[in-house]
Structures are given as C-alpha cells and as structure tokens.
Antibody, heavy 119, light 107 residues
Framework: QVQLQESGPGLVKPSETLSLTCTVS????????WSWIRQPPGKGLEWIGF???????NYNPSLKSRVTISIDTSKNQFSLELSSMTAADTAVYYC?????????????WGQGTLVTVSS | DIQLTQSPSFLSASVGDRVTITCRAS??????LAWYQQKPGKAPKLLIY???TLQSGVPSRFSGSGSGTEFTLTISSLQPEDFATYYC?????????FGQGTKVEIK
C-alpha cells in the first residue's frame, strides 16, 4: 500500500515560487507515474502534471510555463515548483500516483496541503 | 483539452434512493474514464476505472457504464456514507481533465 505525504509552506507571497515535496512510503518510485493535482477552495480538480521515475515529465499546458516537477529516487520523493504565484493559485495541492497499464487511474493520493497566496 | 460535463451539479436524495450521475465528454474517450468520491477535507477516492471496473474494496452498490462520450455512475441504494462530491476523469489523453463535480446531499 503506497502512502503519500505532501510537505511545504502553507503561505506564499505573490510573485514567489511555490515548492512542495511529496514523500512516498511503502512503494517504489519505479511503478507509477507521480502526479500533482490541485483544487481551489470550493472548486473542482485540476491536473498539474506528472513525472516518471526515468525523469520524463508531462505538464498541463495551462501551467506549463510555470511548472517544474522533479524526482529524487534516493529519497523516495518527488517535488513541485510553481513560479510567479498569484491569488488564483491558492488551492489544496495533492500528490497522487497514476497507475498506467491499459486503463489508467489515480489510485493513491496524499491528504493534500492548503497553499494560500497572500502578501 | 477534453472537456467533461457532469449532470446534475447538485443532487438531493434520501437514504435508499437510486442515484445516477452523468458525465459527457467533448470528444470520444473510449472507456478511459474513472470516477472518484470526495468527502469534505479529504482527498478523492477512486471508485471505478475503465468506465465500469469497480476498484477493490468499493461497495457493489456503485456501478459505472458507458463508452465514447457518455458515461454514468449509479449508486443503487444510497447509504449515509455516500453523501459526498463525485468527479469523473478522462484518462484518454493528456492533459488529464476532470468533470466539475456532482454534490450529493441529504434530502
């Protein structure tokens, strides 16, 4: 059973860069695609992007210019950086695993971490 | 991007009711669709993938159907723990996209 835990600042100033880390327990980073999803308060889910253990990435075009996802297999962690933060980026940020094998799905999720953008 | 439109956005129902939620895709996605349940303050939980395959551990009162552009999630007999928001997600192409959600509340 894979367990995921997000960590990072709960408050970010406008124009700054958000950095979040997801620590993976009880699982190998080589078995899934490691994703970030966010959810503004009271709103729906938005996929941010994924990284595979090989380092290959895929980002949502709506955020691509501002997003970097990286992986550290030695620490069983993957990370999200989102630059030029604005109030519109205030959201709960989830890390999750996407299992791919014919029919894909997001099977494990972290508990989520609320990030507020405010000066 | 593939747009997913869920209907209704809000649903009021009683315990024991049969509930159906529809998800329509802006283009064909074969059976590459998943359904998630989200309770307040919690992460989404996978219910169904491949449009109709029940995730392990999910009660059999949940079922999914459809292919192409129209899909349904059915709860055969609504239980108190089923009051939540439900999202569909397409996994046919990137970027992965979600429906706007359907909130199921107690009547």
């Amino acid at each position: 059973q894979v367990q995921l835990q997000e960590s990072g600042p709960g408050l970010v100033k406008p124009s700054e860069t958000l950095s979040l880390t997801c620590t993976v327990s009880s699982g190998s980073l080589s078995s899934h695609y490691w994703s970030w999803i966010r959810q503004p308060p009271g709103k729906g889910l938005e996929w941010i992007g994924f990284i595979y253990y090989s380092g290959s990435t895929n980002y949502n075009p709506s955020l691509k210019s501002r997003v970097t996802i990286s992986i550290d297999t030695s620490k069983n962690q993957f990370s999200l950086e989102l630059s030029s933060m604005t109030a519109a980026d205030t959201a709960v940020y989830y890390c999750a695993t996407e299992l791919r094998g014919g029919y894909d799905f997001f099977d494990y999720w972290g508990q989520g971490t609320l990030v507020t953008v405010s000066s | 991007d593939i747009q997913l439109t869920q209907s209704p956005s809000f649903l009021s129902a009683s315990v024991g009711d049969r509930v159906t939620i529809t998800c329509r895709a802006s283009q064909g996605i074969s059976s590459y669709l998943a359904w998630y349940q989200q309770k307040p303050g919690k992460a989404p939980k996978l219910l169904i993938y491949a449009a109709s395959t029940l995730q392990s551990g999910v009660p059999s009162r949940f079922s999914g159907s459809g292919s192409g552009t129209e899909f349904t999630l059915t709860i055969s007999s609504l239980q108190p723990e089923d009051f939540a928001t439900y999202y569909c997600q397409q996994l046919n192409t990137y970027p992965r996209t979600f429906g706007q959600g359907t909130k199921v509340e107690i009547k």
